[in-house]
């Protein structure tokens, strides 16, 4: 049996199936027990040895044997993670963190942006039975993250879904918080889950809270030990990693950082930029 501490320990797993997903953006595929019992919104810490440790929303889509980690292009651990091939090894840990919560909510609203997506996509298995509208963007066609298989499944489903690019090259030309505000106009939510840049985010909280709707949004920040050790992740009085990363309008609320600065590697206070 494995103590405590051993249970945080990163574990192999093989790679099985690498799938490019956007120009910039990867999916990996990989049989991991711990991961595929993971919660819509809960993470893994990815490490690479030699480089660092970050964490990743674990994609566990219902009734897929696989659990995948999504990955976009910039920091040194993606292009390490970027050169690797089927057969290579993750080493990883987790799940960790508090997921979203569906609640007592029927009509709900999912605002997704870039690798954000990702969770909300894993929350949708558990609400298949609630009345659901997804949106999500990018900045043009070729960058919309799982655009086939969310059309697919929305049909399968029944639930709807609009895309939002910024060059009109696919669904509505504008960006996705507008175009959550045209259907929150148009239809009354119960609820509002957000993933995704925290400048988008935080108009989506902003739209929902004058809605009297209750908002659930799942921050990011800089992680290190990813269980509560740390504090690298502090925001407000909670700490991402174990009180989050999925808040609820009433702990956002006691947050003056969301959307406006988050900390360093350092621990200072910075601004956000955009798209963070
Ligand atoms: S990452 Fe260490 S306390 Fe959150």
């Not at 970027?82 to 979203?100: A, I, Q, T």
Request: charge should be neutral; proline fraction near 7%; include cysteine.
């Amino acid at each position: 049996m494995e103590s405590p501490v051993q249970d945080h320990w990163p574990r192999t797993v093989r790679i099985e199936q690498i799938k490019q997903e956007t120009p910039l953006i990867h999916s990996f595929w990989f049989k991991d027990e711990k991961l595929q019992a993971a919660r819509p919104g809960q993470f893994s810490m990815v490490w690479v040895p030699g480089i660092d440790e970050v964490p990743m929303s674990v994609l566990a889509i219902h009734g897929r044997a696989e659990t995948g980690v999504v990955i976009k292009k910039g920091g040194d651990v993606s292009l390490s993670l970027f050169e690797k091939k089927s057969g290579d090894k993750l080493w990883l840990r987790g799940p960790y963190g508090r997921p979203f919560d569906p609640g007592p909510y029927n009509k709900l609203l999912l605002v997704g942006g870039g690798t954000g997506l990702v969770p909300l996509i894993s929350l949708l298995g558990h609400i298949s039975d609630r009345e659901v509208t997804l949106v999500t963007g990018a900045r043009t066609a070729a960058e919309l993250l799982f655009r086939e298989w969310l059309v697919h499944e929305s049909e399968r489903h029944d639930f709807k879904l609009f895309f939002a690019t910024d060059d009109g090259t696919f669904g509505i030309k504008n960006q996705v918080p507008k175009v959550a505000e045209e259907v929150m106009k148009k239809e009354k939510f119960e609820a509002v889950f957000t993933c995704g840049p925290e400048p988008m985010m935080k108009q989506v909280y902003d739209l929902a809270v004058s809605r009297k709707c209750h908002v659930q949004a799942s921050l990011e920040r800089v992680f290190k030990c990813g269980v509560g050790i740390c504090a690298a992740c502090v925001i407000g009085p909670y700490l991402v990693c174990k009180d989050g990363p999925v808040f609820t309008d009433h702990e956002l609320a006691q947050m003056s950082e969301f959307g406006s600065t988050h900390r360093d590697l350092s621990g200072k206070k910075v601004p956000l930029m955009p798209g963070h």
